[in-house]
């Protein structure tokens, strides 16, 4: 949402998930934003997941639908599938798997595979996280761009678009035979939205605590900051645990 907001300036007008517990957050901000409209203010709504889920979300009310001209019976903004049935997204990952998958999956248990690393070993497990989840990111990120701009042969017995990259497709739908179904949504009102979360995006997406950052960050640039990459990154382990050790973390 907050990707195709920033990108865009719009959000889907539907997300499809599987059943997970994990997407009722996803869930309420789609139904907030598909049925509601105007600056915060009370009462409270309350959207309560309809699968199984730890909590339930409450968001400040507005007044109006931002998509006035959506019937949400015929096209609801939030759909949950089965995994079986979510084949979109469920076949990406096979696509994935063959593109860099094999070869992260290698690298990722190399270290513990060749002795290098120790699950018992507090600095070891955050070393690890210290220096991996980047690199991971970085390779979602190049397949991400991969696939958005892959082309995709003409399949004229198809009802689906083709003959073009799935880029092409988003950006331009009325040349392919779509039209526009995006929702118009303000930054203000994602912002909003993303301050009722009980963890903050750099929270959420922190793998280690300050102080070890800090102390790795310090004991990296010593090494004169060799690259970490795949390829490198078990080296680069190697010679930052003794280091880290000796600081006495």
């Given at each position: 949402m907050r990707f195709?907001?920033?990108?865009?300036?719009?959000?889907?007008?539907?997300?499809?998930?599987?059943?997970?517990?994990?997407?009722?957050g996803m869930y309420a901000f789609q139904k907030?934003?598909?049925?509601?409209?105007?600056?915060?203010?009370?009462?409270?709504?309350?959207?309560?997941?309809?699968?199984?889920?730890?909590?339930?979300?409450?968001?400040?009310?507005y007044g109006v639908t931002y998509a006035p001209d959506v019937d949400l019976e015929a096209h609801p903004c939030f759909v949950a599938l089965t995994s079986t049935h979510n084949i979109p997204i469920e076949g990406l990952w096979h696509w994935f798997r063959e593109?860099?998958?094999?070869?992260?999956?290698?690298?990722?248990?190399?270290?513990?595979?060749?002795?290098?690393?120790?699950?018992?070993?507090?600095?070891h497990v955050k070393l690890f996280n210290w220096i991996f989840p980047d690199i991971v990111q970085s390779k979602l990120?190049?397949?991400?761009?991969?696939?958005?701009?892959?082309?995709?042969?003409?399949?004229?017995?198809?009802?689906?678009?083709?003959?073009?990259?799935?880029?092409?497709?988003?950006?331009?739908?009325?040349?392919?035979?779509?039209?526009?179904?995006?929702?118009?949504?303000?930054?203000?009102?994602?912002?909003?939205?993303?301050?009722?979360?009980p963890t903050s995006h750099e929270e959420a997406f922190r793998w280690v605590d300050a102080g070890f950052e800090n102390a790795a960050a310090t004991v990296w640039e010593s090494l004169g900051k060799p690259p970490k990459d795949l390829g490198s990154a078990w080296h680069?382990?190697?010679q930052m645990v003794p280091l880290l050790m000796n600081m006495g973390l």
């Open positions: 195709f907001q920033m990108e865009y300036g719009v959000i889907p007008l539907q997300i499809t998930v599987d059943k997970g517990s994990e997407t009722g907030a934003l598909s049925v509601l409209e105007g600056a915060w203010s009370p009462p409270d709504q309350r959207f309560t997941y309809p699968y199984p889920c730890s909590r339930v979300y409450t968001l400040r009310g593109h860099s998958g094999r070869n992260i999956f290698y690298h990722l248990t190399r270290g513990q595979n060749e002795g290098l690393f120790n699950p018992n070993v507090d600095i990120d190049k397949f991400r761009n991969y696939w958005n701009k892959h082309h995709i042969r003409n399949q004229k017995s198809k009802n689906m678009p083709s003959g073009a990259s799935p880029m092409q497709f988003l950006r331009h739908p009325e040349k392919y035979g779509g039209q526009r179904m995006g929702v118009g949504i303000p930054q203000n009102v994602i912002q909003a939205l993303r301050e009722t979360l680069v382990f190697g």
